[in-house]
């Protein structure tokens, strides 16, 4: 079965450090693969998308994901997180470019000042 | 203005009410989504529609129905309401590509 993780239900980080947020999927095939943000009281907004070709993918807000293939991963990143970055992030995966998401349990990120 | 809207944004009812979740998009999209949030477990799929005429269940559609009035309409209904519905609503529009959500719908079943 088709299946997004995310190993991680909360992470805290300091403001200014890096930040890596883990997504692992299992796909039969290469899937298409999101990040997307949800701030608090907010909808969710399209950090970067994964369809094909160059594997680090670089998103709004200064972030960036990479997918690994040999380890089903993609991973998100940001060198340097804000305040403004505390939300939490919903890693989401399909075979049909995005027309049926599979979402991970999402990864609620806080920061500390 | 904001390309997906949801009405009511927030909503208290009863066991038993029947209760109508509505979404309109202007970003002229075809196909509309509706999901559900519960902490833990990301967003589930409720229903989805790729055109007016099409109508199809996703993962978890018992106790919920859908109308789609129009290109732009999308409603959602729970025509018997109970407390495990109580949840966080989301209405999302795509043409092929990624989802664009709304804001929500935050809907308390007492």
């Known amino acids: 079965a088709q299946s997004v993780t995310q190993p991680d239900i909360h992470i805290t980080v300091s403001e200014g450090a890096s930040l890596e947020l883990r997504c692992n999927y299992s796909y039969g095939a290469t899937p298409y693969l999101f990040w997307y943000v949800q701030s608090p009281g907010q909808g969710l907004q399209l950090l970067l998308k994964?369809?094909?070709?160059?594997?680090l993918v670089q998103g709004i807000k200064g972030f960036e994901a990479e997918f690994k293939r040999s380890q089903s991963s993609f991973n998100l990143r940001k060198p340097s997180v804000h305040w403004s970055d505390a939300a939490e992030y919903f890693c989401?995966?399909?075979?049909?470019?995005?027309?049926?998401?599979?979402f991970g349990g999402g990864t609620r990120l806080m920061v500390k000042p | 203005d904001a390309d997906v809207t949801q009405t009511p944004r927030n909503r208290i009812t009863k066991t038993g009410k029947r209760i109508m979740l509505e979404c309109s998009q202007t970003?002229?999209?075809?196909?509309m989504y509706w999901y559900r949030q519960d902490p833990g477990l990301g967003l589930r799929l409720i229903y989805y529609s790729f055109d007016v005429k099409d109508i199809n269940k996703g993962e978890i559609s018992d106790g919920y129905s859908v109308s789609r009035q129009a290109q732009a309409k999308f409603s959602l209904s729970l025509e018997s309401a109970i407390p495990n519905q109580t949840a966080l609503y989301f209405c999302a529009t795509s043409a092929s590509g990624p989802q664009y959500f709304g804001p929500g719908t935050r809907l308390l079943v007492l």
């Open positions: 970003k002229g999209h075809d196909r």
């Open positions: 994964y369809f094909s070709g160059d594997t």
């Open positions: 989401a995966g399909d075979n049909n470019a995005g027309n049926m998401l599979t």
